[in-house]
């Protein structure tokens, strides 16, 4: 690999690798796992299954990436020559490649509706917020329009960063996009803290209910570190080809899993004072929290408005950082096949998308 795709100092890999890790996973899902798998316990068995096996995995993926200096197809090829083992690991890394593309899909139609409701603000005055919400939900999924529109937006964003290269596409991108991360969530958790019920969300996410660990509970928790760490599908061991070579892996992947594990719980301070302190809410709510009813808990809040688009900007950045390397994987792969160029890829990659996702809404 030309030493021209290699990050300059640490923290572009710190933050790259951490905002693969940060997506949907940590502002939505974890939450709502957290709410549908008895608070705490689930909290606790997550954060052991976070450090005793997502840690070893992210290494592993690490070393393997910037050992090949390849994708990760061509980088467990390599291993496999030089150490003579079977060629057919590399079909582990054309999985991981695949398995990216395939997440992409659904998960940029979430990561879509979360971009429009950035604009998405309630009209003054509403006698019943409620039914406003629900309306608009219901218009905006049923409406193959506006999903299509939304979700080529998000798309279209995430290939134009991808497409401008390692460094000045995905580089300067998350150094421009995770600081803001932070700082929004920091911000939604404080004013959720002030505005919600800390006491009931404190007691409910570190005061562990042991007799509520169930083998479903650990398997949940597994599953959640999993995707929480963008771990088994590529994405960390195509970032770890870009990695300087004198970066220390294990003192990195530990700052990349504290912040994953740092924004999955403020993502829970921020949703749960809000929910706690309204009572037509409810822990277990899946979608609907996100899309029809937490809108309305804002809708009646100090401020609401305001900090509905950040909440809403907060879920944006995240999805986009993550889709960023579920893309990154295959697209490298392409690459360096040599028949096409990066944008080339990217930009067919979004044509058969959008084809696929227009005959899936208006064909089914």
């Known amino acids: 690999m030309s030493t021209s795709k290699i990050w300059q100092g640490n923290s572009t890999f710190i933050l790259a690798a951490a905002g693969s890790a940060v997506g949907l996973g940590n502002i939505w899902k974890f939450p709502y796992m957290v709410g549908s798998n008895g608070g705490s316990a689930f909290v606790l068995i997550y954060l052991i299954c976070i450090f005793a096996i997502g840690l070893p995995v992210m290494v592993s993926e690490i070393i393997i990436g910037?050992?090949?200096r390849k994708s990760p197809v061509n980088s467990l090829k390599k291993i496999s020559q030089e150490y003579e083992l079977n060629i057919n690991w590399k079909y582990l890394g054309v999985l991981g490649a695949l398995a990216g593309i395939l997440i992409l899909s659904y998960y940029s139609v979430f990561a879509g509706m979360a971009f429009s409701y950035i604009f998405n603000l309630f009209p003054s005055g509403l006698e019943n917020p409620s039914n406003y919400s629900s309306k608009y939900f219901l218009d905006f999924t049923s409406s193959p329009g506006k999903l299509i529109f939304w979700h080529s937006l998000f798309l279209i964003t995430t290939c134009l960063i991808v497409g401008l290269g390692v460094i000045k596409g995905i580089g300067k991108s998350v150094n421009f996009l995770m600081p803001f991360l932070f700082i929004f969530i920091i911000l939604i958790s404080l004013y959720s803290s002030y505005v919600g019920d800390l006491k009931s969300t404190l007691r409910f996410l570190f005061n562990?209910?042991?007799?509520?660990?169930t083998p479903d509970v650990v398997i949940s928790a597994m599953g959640q570190a999993f995707f929480s760490l963008s771990i088994g599908m590529g994405a960390i061991m195509a970032y770890g080809a870009y990695m300087p070579e004198k970066?220390?892996?294990?003192?990195?992947?530990?700052?990349?899993?504290?912040?994953?594990?740092?924004?999955?719980?403020?993502a829970g301070i921020a949703i749960f004072p809000i929910v706690f302190s309204n009572a037509s809410l409810e822990v277990t709510a899946g979608p609907g929290l996100l899309f029809e009813t937490l809108p309305v808990a804002f809708y009646s809040l100090p401020y609401g408005?305001?900090?509905s688009i950040i909440f809403f900007l907060l879920i944006s950045i995240a999805a986009l950082s993550s889709s960023i390397s579920l893309l990154e994987p295959f697209t490298a792969w392409m690459e360096e096949k040599k028949k096409y160029t990066r944008r080339i890829i990217v930009v067919y990659f979004r044509i058969l998308n959008l084809v696929f996702r227009a005959c899936q809404h208006f064909f089914f």
């Open 66 to 68: 910037k050992y090949g």
């Open 208 to 213: 562990p209910d042991f007799s509520a660990i």
């Open 247 to 266: 970066q220390l892996i294990g003192k990195t992947v530990l700052t990349i899993i504290l912040l994953d594990t740092f924004v999955a719980l403020a």
């Open 305 to 307: 408005n305001l900090f």
